[in-house]
């Protein structure tokens, strides 16, 4: 039986279905079979706005024409070199050739529909959702199921880029997005932003006070000092990170290899908003607060982005404490049990993230790394920074004092950060030797205005009451789009780590087998399923003993993957072949970030080098499993 294919601009087999069984008007509330269940946040807007979504993308998604493997063009783009690859994708150079008068370069992030590959579990709690609606599932294949929530994920992706890029004419801290190539029966998806010749940010060098190629370009200037660039970054990135907050958008996941180093621009940008979230008040749904149904959806959507607020989203080192405590009842002397409220302010959680960035800049090296995930957790929410004396500088403090503050409440907002930034001019004299006597003292008053008051900014859900729920502190999971199901909700099932304890997804499937791959074909014989989800889950349940508890160990279900390599490329004037290939590799090693989930031993997390295959047994496995007794 022919199925209708998923693509960004058109809804699946499944979707259409659920959309059958549906009334239109009361979605929200219907959509939630049983009022004691919070649908995931993401769940919500593809029920209910996927339509606005669409026709709003619709301008910026340009079928697949013409795609030419031998001669590397996909409509009218020349494929040149690779300069990285993430998670779901690997990202080229390319040149545009839609007008010939221009070398106009870009860059194309391929991403194939089929990746990455869901465990036998995640399919069949996505099974089990879709079959709350009474739709028929029987007919459904891993392929077709993989595609819908592959293509339900990118396209909230490319609609976050495409608002950040266009609402409010954008803002040039963050990467602009272009167009988007999809058709109905391609097998990936083509995103097109602009191109940041310098690649992505790189921080980690010999010594530390010597300063990267990459940063001194961006200054022009070869004697530039560590700070003079720590500031360069702050000032840059706190500007994107402003924007974001005044479109409602909390990005998630800032770390240096989402941020992108603009060589012609001077510029560093921040990219990659594949975790980034929408507050409610920015999504595009109409409230009239006198409209009883509309007010209890308002409700009801508040919560669920509360929970997602709740959720450990991106890379371990960079994660906020107040996101990864896993003391559930308070009990612990440590310091994690100080802040155990919930995340009220996810702006704050970037603020953190670019803390830790602008750390590894100043310091080269990680504020908290611990020999493992869990560990590293640990260090988040315990270990208090000190800084040396002659460490002792305005931008250090704001960093490790300011920032990396664990207490959400009262670290410093990106408000704050602008407004001191713009009191003291400190772009214009960006060392610290050269602040003068009046810049000295309005950072006294700065200090001690953020250290006496609470957070300064309005929360979006302040009249929201927190959901009772300790494991929402405690676990995590990946951004569950359209599934429906929290996977936070659940127990961690065994297979779930196994699946994910995989060596990094290879961006297509032309390009060999992967071993979530490989752990999904053993259990489907290589071929495709059609399966009720009664009969997989109870197989499901049987083959995969519970653990019962919830357990950190779902943040290694989310994996962030560093980039192979950025090459720069500057020259304008060069030829095409030039253009598209790399001779001005970077003469330094690229950092590369672990993905977490294949990770046990943390210091393994940074590389300078190949990559290191983990070679985790179950015994280890179960070893990290009971590293804290809490779990056992
Ligand atoms: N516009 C661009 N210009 C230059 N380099 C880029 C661009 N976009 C991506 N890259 C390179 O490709 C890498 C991966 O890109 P991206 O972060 O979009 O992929 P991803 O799959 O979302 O990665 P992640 O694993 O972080 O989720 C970046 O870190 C960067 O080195």
């Known amino acids: 039986m022919g199925h209708q294919l998923p693509s960004l601009l058109a809804d699946s087999d499944i979707t259409l279905r659920i959309e059958q069984k549906q009334h239109s008007v009361n979605k929200l509330v219907t959509s939630i079979p049983n009022s004691q269940w919070i649908p995931a946040y993401h769940t919500l807007i593809e029920r209910n706005i996927s339509r606005t979504i669409q026709s709003d993308l619709k301008p910026f998604i340009r079928p697949i024409i013409r795609f030419e493997p031998s001669e ?8 040149g070199s690779t300069i990285g690859s993430g998670q779901f994708g690997k990202v080229f150079k390319a040149l545009d050739k839609s007008d010939p008068k221009r070398k106009h370069i870009v860059a194309l992030k391929r991403i194939n529909k089929l990746k990455p590959k869901y465990s036998m579990n995640q399919l069949m709690r996505q099974i089990a959702y ?16 993989t595609r819908t929530m592959n293509v339900d994920r990118c396209r909230w992706e490319i609609y976050l880029m495409k608002r950040m890029t266009y609402d409010n ?6 990467v602009k997005f272009i167009q988007c190539l999809d058709s109905l029966n391609s097998k990936d998806i083509w995103i097109v932003t602009e191109w940041c010749n310098l690649g992505e940010l790189q921080w980690k060098r010999p010594n530390t006070e010597s300063t990267l190629n990459q940063w001194q370009q961006i200054l022009n200037d070869k004697n530039i000092s560590v700070m003079e660039f720590a500031i360069k970054a702050l000032d840059d ?14 990005h998630r996941d800032i770390k240096p290899s989402n941020i992108l180093v603009d060589g012609n621009q001077k510029k560093l940008k921040i990219s990659d908003f594949g975790c980034g979230l929408l507050i409610p008040e920015s999504l595009p749904f109409k409230y009239d607060p006198s409209n009883e149904i509309k007010l209890k959806q308002l409700d009801i959507i508040n919560k669920c982005f509360e929970k997602e607020l709740n959720k450990i989203i991106g890379t371990p080192a960079f994660v906020p404490p107040e996101l990864c405590k896993f003391t559930s009842d308070g009990s612990t002397e440590d310091e994690c ?17 670019l803390g830790v960035t602008l750390h590894c800049i100043i310091f080269n090296k990680l504020p908290f790394s611990g020999e493992n995930e869990f560990d590293t957790y640990h260090l988040i929410n315990s270990q208090t920074l000190t800084l040396d ?76 009451k927190p959901i009772d729920d300790p494991n929402l502190t405690a676990i995590s999971s990946n951004t569950s789009f359209s599934s429906g199901l929290d996977v936070s909700d659940e127990p961690i099932n ?49 083959s995969t003993p519970s653990l019962g508890v919830p357990t ?4 290694m279900i989310k994996i962030k993957a560093s980039p192979e390599k950025s090459n720069n490329d500057n020259r304008q004037d060069a030829t095409e072949t030039d253009l598209l290939t790399d001779k001005n590799l970077p003469n330094h090693p690229t950092i590369k970030m672990k993905p977490s989930k294949n990770i046990i031993n943390f210091k393994n997390y940074i590389q300078d080098d190949k990559d290191v295959e983990s070679s985790d047994t179950i015994d280890q496995i179960k070893d990290y499993l009971n590293y804290k007794g809490d779990f056992t």
């Open 552 to 555: 950190p160990i779902k943040n």
């Open 337 to 353: 049990s100080k802040h155990k409220s919930l995340v009220k302010d996810g702006f704050k959680l970037d603020v953190w993230s």
């Open 130 to 145: 879709w079959k709350q609606f009474n739709i028929e599932t029987d007919d459904l294949d891993v392929d077709l199921i």
């Open 169 to 174: 004419k954008g803002n040039s801290h963050i």
């Open 237 to 250: 990135l706190s500007k994107g990170l402003q924007f974001l907050n005044e479109a409602g958008c909390i």
């Open 72 to 79: 590397m063009m996909v409509n009218d783009f020349k494929i």
């Open 389 to 464: 004396k002659k460490d002792d500088t305005w931008l250090s403090k704001l960093v490790v004092t300011k920032m990396l503050e664990k207490n959400p409440d009262i670290r410093v907002s990106i408000k704050d950060i602008r407004n001191l930034i713009h009191k003291n001019k400190l772009k214009k004299s960006p060392s610290m030797n050269k602040i003068g006597g009046n810049a000295k003292k309005s950072l006294k008053k700065f200090w001690k205005k953020i250290s006496s008051s609470k957070s300064t900014e309005k929360l979006s859900l302040k009249e929201t």
């Open 494 to 542: 065994i297979t779930d780590f196994i699946d994910s304890l995989t060596t990094n997804l290879p961006v297509s499937s032309d390009e060999g087998g992967d071993v979530s791959n490989r752990a999904l074909t053993s259990q489907e014989n290589g071929t495709k399923t059609r399966r009720s989800s009664s009969s997989s889950s109870s197989s499901s349940s049987q």
